[in-house]
């Protein structure tokens, strides 16, 4: 059995920005959600799109909300996992949407208009990863490189 190792800020961060996918844990009157997404990491947000009317539109503006991002490597049973708990905010300043466009805009893969950017603060930010002798930022099937 492998020992879980807790990741530095800093760690958990790089790997937080290398990420492309992710899910997003919002509450709303009916309970919770858990909702995959695409996401980059601008600033101090994890920025994703979405629809005005989709639940993350309608229900995670100005709420608490959970985003989580990892990597499994199930044939050498080790891996990591990021999460970030924050505030989720609309981002309509002309000058925010352009930085994010300069940086990395999240692309939905899911058909229909996403045209709802929500930051989601990174007020804490996690991580822990499964396995010694790795460097799991090299090591990614997938990663974003901006």
Same mark, same amino acid.
């Given at each position: 059995?492998? %020992?879980?190792?807790?990741?530095? !800020?800093?760690? #958990?961060?790089?790997?937080?920005?290398?990420? /492309?996918?992710?899910? !997003?844990?919002?509450?709303?009157?009916?309970?919770?959600?858990?909702?995959?997404?695409?996401?980059?990491? /601008?600033?101090?947000? /994890?920025?994703? =799109? $979405?629809?005005?009317?989709?639940?993350?539109?309608?229900?995670?503006?100005?709420?608490? !909300? #959970?985003?989580?991002?990892? !990597?499994?490597?199930?044939?050498?049973? =080790?891996?990591?996992?990021?999460?970030?708990?924050?505030?989720?905010? /609309?981002?309509?300043?002309?000058?925010?949407?352009?930085?994010?466009?300069? $940086?990395?805009?999240?692309?939905?893969?899911?058909?229909?208009? =996403?045209?709802?950017?929500?930051?989601?603060?990174? %007020?804490?930010?996690?991580?822990? &990863?499964?396995?010694?002798?790795?460097?799991?930022?090299?090591?990614?099937?997938? &990663?974003?490189?901006?």
């Amino acid at each position: 059995m492998l %020992e879980p190792v807790e990741l530095s !800020v800093s760690e #958990a961060e790089a790997l937080l920005r290398s990420g /492309v996918t992710g899910r !997003v844990a919002v509450s709303t009157p009916k309970g919770p959600h858990i909702l995959p997404v695409n996401y980059s990491v /601008v600033g101090d947000c /994890v920025v994703i =799109r $979405t629809s005005p009317y989709s639940l993350l539109g309608t229900h995670a503006h100005g709420t608490t !909300v #959970a985003f989580e991002t990892d !990597v499994v490597d199930h044939e050498r049973q =080790r891996g990591w996992s990021v999460v970030v708990r924050g505030r989720a905010e /609309v981002i309509s300043d002309p000058e925010a949407l352009e930085q994010i466009r300069r $940086t990395w805009q999240p692309r939905p893969w899911a058909s229909g208009s =996403r045209t709802l950017h929500l930051g989601i603060r990174l %007020e804490e930010v996690s991580g822990r &990863r499964l396995g010694n002798g790795w460097e799991p930022l090299h090591e990614v099937p997938c &990663r974003r490189v901006v």
